[in-house]
């Protein structure tokens, strides 16, 4: 049950969602950043867009939610929804203007000076017209639907995120000229961007939607075209579940995602040429205002040019590609098993590769020693590896569980289709507890050694995802102790079975204890600090939202303990406030890899204490997600943790910020004469270190002590991650 809030003053406190903005604004200016590689660039004015579009979806929608049903409820800084909504509309318009304006002075011409260019009609040569003529007739045309307007056909009901034409049409009726208004909803399984087919190898390419407009005299023939816009919506895709009164959640979910593509619309966006009246209609149709509608001078949907990204063969324009050496606990060793008795094992991703957890999985699935795998999936990914470790596993005769979360948000027709595929497969696949979010991540292996039966265990900040690992920042944690065995052995039950909580040895576990376990924490170090004892607390995270813990810190602050926070993302506390907050900074570092890891430094009078886990300090996370925490213990890996993975970020003066008391975040300003610190780069270096690139890969099948079996190939293509 989620604890009361806190009393806490409204001016100490940011406002979620336009903390949420700035951090968007963060990843925008890197799109700015001419110390990028070009595509970088590019594709932080992409993802900048994609994260607009979820903001929309999900908070935006909550926000209109909330105004509907007349709530005035005040959030943490004192707004009402409606003064929310107001408040973040403003800043929207002032980022979408920037946002186009850096595609619009910035990229194309820097693209262009490259060789990479967009085109119209007007600048294609008599070869590329030949070709479009060729596209359009055999592949567009077929799959165009032109939907009229009128009477006896009423507004199509469009898809969340469709690109879409509306078009202006006169018409001939009963003698007269009459105006009205049609729509092509552009194809969204064809690429949104054509690359037209030079002889001389250059990048050029058409947008689909201009094809789709040069045609619509051939879609809208016996009549005349006064005009076209592309126009985009955007729906409420929030999943909208009672799992108190369901038989099936699999089957709730499956239905429910269908009735996100028709939600009801949040958001408008319109090219710049559009008549306002022409806009207008739009938004009577939607049941918009003109609130809700963005005037977008540029491409809609800049998520998809991406595909520019993707398809460039110039290294020169992109990061250098990262080969992540294995884990030095790992290298030149056959058997996992062997180096996770000898100690525990901190694996930090993407610096080192995520595929000695991978080779984990594929090991004890074919160990014929092991007898159990039991594992949590949130996003599953389209990597068919670690779903294929649980498959192959169950052939040969383990015991398998996998615990699903099928609400992890856009990826639950992933979730769906790999549950399907693991149950059919003879897994024991569960959906976790009724009302709560499974976003722990962890990994039992229980296999009988030599003397006894073992429990391994993996823990980690991230998700099962090999692509994920590899552009997220995440930690983990193998180990064989038996108290986290048995503490791992007691939450999968709580999982998969009808029982009780039980306390932990180790484990620090929501919604149950961890938020009280992790004020208590804060409030130990004020304690020390008031006696004179060393006192200082470290808190890298994601989101910092949770007024209780908040409070929690600023009493902290106040008691005389130094207190550094990391949070890349939403941060409410409102720091270097005199008398509230001046022992506290914030920084936020946005650069090549998502910072995704969540760690807790507690100095505890010289006694330091490190946590690592899957939580944010939000309410969701401390009250309606079952998360998982676990402290790094061994001193040699607690003391890697906090120079490499906490001190080295608070070093950087190139890419972090500091949140200052009014709410702008600025660029760290290094001092006179000191170095330069990049904190990725320095990571990244470290792992190109010459006893890295010397390293050879990890022995597999040659000194294996058994014989290393190939596993079975799923017998689907790997599903498709959604996209807008």
Not at 595 to 618: L, T
Request: charged share 25%; net charge neutral.
């Amino acid at each position: 049950m989620e604890a009361k809030a806190a009393t806490h003053n409204q001016t100490h406190f940011f406002n979620r969602e336009l903390s949420w903005l700035e951090f968007n604004q963060r990843v925008l200016d890197e799109a700015h950043d001419p110390s990028h590689p070009l595509l970088e660039r590019l594709k932080f004015f992409c993802i900048t867009g994609s994260n607009l579009d979820e903001f929309f979806e999900v908070r935006v929608a909550d926000l209109k939610q909330e105004i509907e049903g007349g709530s005035v409820t005040r959030s943490a800084d004192g707004r009402t929804p409606q003064e929310t909504l107001t408040a973040v509309t403003r800043r929207v318009r002032l980022m979408v203007e920037q946002q186009f304006a850096c595609w619009r002075d910035e990229l194309v011409p820097a693209l262009a000076a490259h060789g990479i260019c967009f085109l119209d009609f007007p600048d294609l040569t008599t070869a590329d017209l030949a070709w479009v003529e060729h596209f359009y007739q055999s592949e567009l045309r077929p799959v165009l639907t032109p939907l009229g307007i009128d009477p006896s056909h009423p507004f199509p009901q469009l898809l969340n995120k469709s690109l879409n034409i509306v078009v202006q049409l006169e018409t001939t009726h009963a003698g007269g000229l009459r105006q009205q208004l049609a729509v092509v909803q552009v194809p969204r399984l064809l690429p949104r961007l054509l690359k037209l087919p030079r002889a001389d190898g250059s990048r050029a390419y058409l947008f689909l939607s201009h094809v789709v407009g040069h045609y619509l005299g051939d879609i809208f023939p016996g009549t005349r075209l006064v005009g076209y816009w592309d126009f985009r919506v955007t729906r409420n895709s929030e999943l909208y579940i009672d799992e108190e009164d369901m038989d099936n959640l699999l089957k709730a979910v499956e239905d429910e995602l269908h009735n996100r593509r028709k939600g009801d619309a949040v958001r408008l966006e319109v090219e710049c040429h559009c008549p306002p009246a022409i806009r207008q209609q739009l938004l009577e149709y939607l049941n918009l205002t003109e609130a809700d509608a963005y005037v977008i001078d540029g491409p809609l949907n800049p998520a998809r040019l991406m595909a520019i990204y993707e398809d460039s063969p110039a290294p020169e324009l992109r990061d250098p590609p990262l080969a992540a050496p294995a884990p030095a606990a790992l290298r030149d060793q056959a058997d996992v098993f062997a180096a996770i008795r000898q100690r525990d094992i901190l694996l930090h991703h993407p610096y080192e590769n995520f595929n000695c957890v991978v080779e984990l999985l594929e090991q004890a699935a074919v160990d014929p020693q092991v007898l159990a795998i039991k594992q949590t999936l949130y996003r599953t990914g389209g990597d068919p590896r670690i779903v294929g470790a649980l498959m192959t596993a169950v052939k040969n005769g383990k015991q398998v569980a996998a615990v699903v979360e099928l609400k992890a948000r856009f990826d639950e027709a992933n979730n769906i289709l790999w549950a399907r595929r693991l149950e059919e497969a003879g897994v024991h696949v569960v959906y976790g507890l009724v009302g709560y979010k499974i976003h722990c991540k962890i990994c039992q292996i229980i296999r009988r050694d030599d003397d006894g039966i073992r429990r391994y265990v993996h823990l980690s900040t991230g998700n099962y995802n090999p692509t994920t690992a590899r552009i997220y920042t995440d930690v983990g944690l193998l180990t064989c102790q038996r108290d986290f065995g048995e503490d791992a052995t007691n939450l999968f039950n709580l999982l998969t079975g009808v029982c009780q909580f039980q306390s932990m040895r180790k484990l620090l576990v929501a919604p149950f204890d961890l938020h009280e376990r992790i004020l208590v924490l804060i409030q130990r170090e004020a304690a020390h600090a008031r006696q004179g004892l060393p006192a200082r607390i470290i808190a890298k995270m994601n989101s910092l939202v949770d007024p209780q813990a908040i409070t929690a810190l600023y009493e902290a602050s106040q008691a005389g303990v130094k207190i550094d926070l990391i949070v890349r993302g939403t941060c409410c506390l409102r720091p270097l406030v005199p008398g509230l907050s001046e022992n506290i900074t914030v920084r936020s570092i946005v650069d090549r890899f998502l910072e995704h890891s969540r760690i807790f430094y507690f100095e505890n009078a010289c006694q330091p204490e490190i946590f690592v886990g899957s939580a944010d300090w939000m309410p969701r996370n401390f009250f309606r997600r079952i998360e998982a925490v676990f402290p790094i213990e061994d001193g040699n890996l607690r003391e890697r943790v906090r120079q490499e993975l906490l001190e080295l970020p608070l070093a950087d003066n190139v890419k972090a910020r500091l949140l200052q008391a009014d709410g702008t975040w600025q660029r760290v300003a290094a001092r006179r004469g000191a170095a330069r610190h990049r904190s990725q780069h320095e990571l990244l270096a470290a792992a190109a270190t010459p006893e890295h690139a010397t390293a050879k890969p990890r022995a597999r099948a040659a000194k294996s002590r058994f014989p290393r079996v190939k596993l079975a190939p799923s017998p689907f293509p790997p599903p498709g991650k959604a996209t807008g």
